[in-house]
């Protein structure tokens, strides 16, 4: 059973969501928070495996909470903008993806599904347009983060999924089988001890491996 904590200052919208998530089997919402100090007690108390965290509430915000958040829940970012200025900042602090708030039912449910298995809710297509928009707005980083547990080979990979680059399409740049491309990505994410993909883009960014728009 996935358990779930709704994170929204609008109560409509958390009874939206409640009752489309609590009508499918596996799933079952435990919380719902106004704001995000109620989600960081909530998850306290409840240990959810999923919070949907909107970004944008009033007292704490979502992207403050998600800072705060102890560890264990997997948190997804909901925005009213897919290219939100927060977004970044969020995956950052730790979210494991974003979802636009009026996206389909099916993929909020598939959402929802996806990271409680661990996986980072990040398309390959949204992590592109997110670091090429963001990140290139920012200061050069200084290169700070240790990348020295790596392997070669293991940096060119961590490389590839900055760039938003599937588990596939990394196979078929370095010339190996979709396996052992998935190896080498679970492998950089132990070493560097990021919680999932997501983690992984961003330290790509801040190690200096991903650079849009710098020369």
Do not use: C
Request: charged share 25%; no cysteine.
């Amino acid at each position: 059973m996935i358990s779930i904590v709704l994170a929204d200052d609008q109560a409509l919208v958390r009874a939206g969501f409640r009752a489309l998530l609590d009508a499918q089997p596996g799933m079952t919402v435990v919380g719902e928070a106004a704001d995000g100090a109620e989600a960081i007690a909530l998850a306290g108390e409840h240990r959810p495996d999923v919070i949907l965290m909107d970004i944008r509430m009033p007292g704490m915000d979502g992207l403050e909470a998600t800072r705060r958040m102890p560890p264990g829940p997997k948190i997804i970012i909901l925005t009213t903008f897919e290219l939100d200025e927060y977004v970044f900042e969020a995956l950052r602090n730790g979210a494991s993806g974003f979802l636009v708030k009026d996206t389909e039912p099916t993929e909020l449910i598939q959402a929802v599904r996806v990271v409680a298995a661990g996986d980072a809710l990040l398309s390959p297509g949204v992590t592109r347009r997110l670091i090429a928009e963001y990140a290139s707005r920012a200061k050069r980083p200084e290169s700070s983060l240790d990348l020295s547990p790596l392997t070669d080979r293991e940096r060119e990979v961590l490389a590839l999924v900055g760039t938003g680059m599937t588990n596939d399409e990394i196979a078929g740049k370095l010339f190996m089988s979709p396996a052992t491309a998935k190896t080498h990505v679970s492998r950089t994410m132990m070493k560097l001890h990021a919680r999932d993909r997501a983690q992984l883009v961003v330290i790509a960014y801040e190690s200096g491996l991903v650079r849009p728009g710098w020369a």
